[in-house]
């Protein structure tokens, strides 16, 4: 990963964290699982699929639908910086 590419990623775990933070009126830690601590249901995480395809011009199609993805602020800005480089999963 470039500094470039790095810089990327920590500005998008801060935008989702500051995302997640207003919408679960919590503090996200960038590693905190969602799913386990609570703060995240299967229903939320469609809204976090249409927020990320509206904020960063991606979309998450078929194999990248997985929960994983959508764990941590760090999983999803990973998601996001491979479908921009264009190596999604189908």
Do not use: C, P, W
Not at 15 to 21: G, M, Q
Not at 49 to 78: H, K, P, S, W
């Amino acid at each position: 990963m470039t500094a470039e590419q790095s810089a990327e990623t920590l500005d998008t775990e801060e935008a989702l964290r500051s995302y997640l933070a207003d919408r679960l009126k919590s503090t996200v830690e960038v590693d905190q699982d969602l799913f386990e601590s609570g703060l995240v249901n299967s229903m939320f995480a469609m809204e976090l699929v249409v927020y990320l395809e509206q904020t960063f011009q991606i979309a998450v199609l078929g194999g990248d639908l997985r929960l994983d993805n959508f764990r941590t602020a760090r999983t999803m800005a990973a998601l996001v910086r491979r479908l921009r480089d264009g190596h999604g999963r189908d």
